[in-house]
Nanobody
Framework: QLQLMESGGGLVQPGGSLRLSCAASGFTLDYYAIGWFRQAPGKEREGVSCINSSGGSTNYADSVKGRFTISRDNAKNTVYLQMNSLKPEDTAVYYC?????????????????WGQGTQVTVSS
């Protein structure tokens, strides 16, 4: 059974850090780009970051540049999103998704498989 599962979300104070994981089972992520998206209540789902299949190319939304770092470990079939200096406006459900490529447009239609999401809440 194909499955993409996010983990690592939680409640953190402003300025804190979290590391999200996106683990695949039933298929290998080696050949795919992975994107991280987030959706806050009442807002559209937006692209946050993506990484190409080899890990040699990454992209970040302006809102997270310098604070978030995406990486992948193909041996573990897992992609990570390290989130530092978190702000209340980072509060959202975070999703990972699979795409043939990573671009700065984050067109959701290009992502053909999605996880169920993990909640990140930044609050004091």
């Amino acid at each position: 059974q194909l499955q993409l599962m996010e983990s690592g979300g939680g409640l953190v104070q402003p300025g804190g850090s979290l590391r999200l994981s996106c683990a695949a089972s039933g298929f290998t992520l080696d050949y795919y780009a992975i994107g991280w998206f987030r959706q806050a209540p009442g807002k559209e789902r937006e692209g946050v970051s993506c990484i190409n299949s080899s890990g040699g190319s990454t992209n970040y939304a302006d809102s997270v540049k310098g604070r978030f770092t995406i990486s992948r470990d193909n041996a573990k079939n897992t992609v990570y999103l390290q989130m530092n200096s978190l702000k209340p406006e980072d509060t959202a459900v975070y999703y990972c998704a699979v795409s043939p490529y990573c671009t700065d447009t984050y067109v959701k239609a290009h992502y053909f498989y999605w996880g169920q999401g993990t909640q990140v809440t930044v609050s004091s």
